[in-house]
């Protein structure tokens, strides 16, 4: 439980990629140029075709999917989405297979509900936030257009009421509008209790328009009392808006939810061995745990089948890379980035042997756009896989992107990141939604995320020269 | 709790109108051919553009769904919906409001939860069937893959286990695919007593891949033992068929719900009054009952401001037709036409002064096509009032519609429908689950329903002449 209140302000920030991009860019350890060599370039263009032909990337997100469903950290379906994770990388022929511990404080949802009462009575759909104490509260509903409204709230001002945050997120194919909506979510909370409330809703942090809340973790401050907070669907929050236009609204929010020790899981790890140079790798890898309430197809069963795929593509070659191909199933990304720290910090003295890292955790849309963090040694070598990329309709594009989620820690210490930009124009219509599921995702499109991804992977761990990965030092604070 | 089986296998064919069509056509008592005036039409061009230019029917809509919410038959908002529609019609100014007793069964839902069972143990997001009775099964899941595989199994094969239809509708504009998908819901459930099952459990009744179950009321045949009878979401149906592709499913199925003594609502009525026949009327409605899970917003809430809007723009014309504008906001639709049977009971000695009936039922989708089950000495004035609608781009659809459904009974004891077909293309996306909210209405496609009503009702009530109601002698046996 120590972990939360460290972790979780960098893992707001950072959960959309774009906005950590200013973490990019390790020191430069050598200044030879880093090259692709034309039979790398060639061994590619059969990879790209043969991933885009394959179910591969679907049949293993449909196998998570489907087999474990919601596997919320720390529960049941976590332990057994590990067991799945090393059966599949055994199954599908990986040459290494292992895991490693990663320990975090355990919350726990048995229920929620709220209702309207008074002479408009009516249940309303939410959902508690995770990191999100238990109770029951009623009170008088008070509304804030924003959360500068409601941090403006004097303290003691909302003693015995409800606060009501009613910001709605924009849409945008990079995901920017979740920057705000997310931060009325980590910051509501604690702005709530400072102005005495006796409990926290909040429009979700979400695009669409169906009775769908959108969970997510949050945190209270040091010094602060935590009071229920929870996310009111889209059409719940606009039917609210429409009664409190009226006059007075009391609710009722009823949260049975909570902390309740540790747990610790794993990250699970797959390497396919590299052909020259076994030690060193690119990583590439996603996160097995999802929330509870749909089963994490889009978050982040999609980018564990990408990843496996993309692997196993590479795996298939006849001519298999100089460097190793690493995947990465990351334990607890939700609850604060929980696996990816773990991993940075076990593997803090390993940063130069990691060739390139990348992690896809922003959906299944097609992969639109290409940055690397990479010195300017490396950026030939960046434009030639750009070059590689290009017929899978993906655009080099400088200065955006930075390191997946579960990748910050990593890239502190030092690793190089790449980004293959998804489309998440519909992303956050599902993310962290129960309608997270299946049948959400395009086939076609996560083919193009594997051949992406097996081709920038492959390219990067081929190449005469590397990308810059070498250990800062000092490490800067978190 | 008696006359659910006697109407319900009624009511449940002829839930949309289509399915009803060849209940029209009363016998014809006069052979002078109706006419509508010069005058009429005249009138109904500025009418037809006020209204298109008008809120009003949003704005009921809004009210309705905002200030009661969902008002289940029987429950306590029920009974503050019938309070809202008799304040409603008083307050828009309607000449004449009054209510009519409709007794029936109540029905409770306290709530329900589903659980795949052991190892790919997860929730599966379903909601109990309208007269279900509650109760927890847990057993072996069989797959049928529609209504007739189910009632081919032989008595007492499914002995212990859970029945599962997994018939998927299909999407058309008339909503043609509702037919065989509500016949699984009504009479599933018998057909799995019949085999010996602990429990019925079917693939919702929709078009949409949403997280949201579709509720509807369902009928146990006489002599049958009630088992728990649920839908599952679409894409919980899917995950199911996916778990049972590859192995024996357990389930368990707990339903909080039941038949709970009696209930009497209202059928809440206005009237306009006509200028010279103010004793014969054109009767519009909806069904002023929603089910439980959503706002009742596309059902019916919309028709209710469809129509009652309808008449305020009669009533603002300063000629009012010769004959009264009816509205009847109707009690209890969904659980077996009560309403609409009550109704045609109280009023059966009246079913002469019926100028013609109409009701909207079917969304809120734009208006396509008109027709209506008149004899040949009213079809000119049908031309004619499909003429006015044409510039509303509606066309005349001769040999399509029906009454609405709680039309039904008027329409057996002789009153002539007439059908104001609405776009139901996404309308099985919404029906019955909890995304039936008010932001799925245009409010735009909303005026234009209102103005193909007030058109419509205006003309049909100033006609030189009826459109055939007259008393079918005996009434046809239900």
Redesign the interface.
Known sequence: MRLVPMLLSAAIAASFPAVAAETAGASTPATVETRIADASMAAVAGLREAALASSLAWDIT?SLT?????RLAGS??DA?AVEWARAKFTELGFDRVWTEPVTFPKWVRRGESAA?LG?????L?LSALGGSPGGTVEGEVVRFADLAALEAAPAGSLAGKIAFVDYRMERARDGSGYGPGSRVRSRGPSAAVRAGAAGFIMRSVGTD????PHTGITRFDAGLDPVPSAALS??DA??LA??LA?GPVRMRVALDCGWDGEYTSQNVIGEITGASRPDEFVLIGAHLDSWDL??GAVDDGAGVGITMAAAVHIAALERRPARSIRVVAFANEEQGLIGGFAYADRHAGDVARHQIVAESDFGAGRIYGFNTGAPAHAKAAEAKIAEALAPLGIERLPGEGGPGPDLIGIARKGATWAWLGQDGTDYFDLHH???D????IDPDALAQNAAAYAVFAYLAADAEGDFGSAPTDPAPAL
Chains 1, 2 share one sequence.
């Open positions: 449909e489907t087999e474990i469903g919601p049941e379906a057994r309207v002479p408009n009575a009516q249940p759909a328009s169906h009775r769908m889209v059409p606009d039917q429409r009664l009226r749909g089963t939604t129960p309608d599921t299946l049948d959400k």
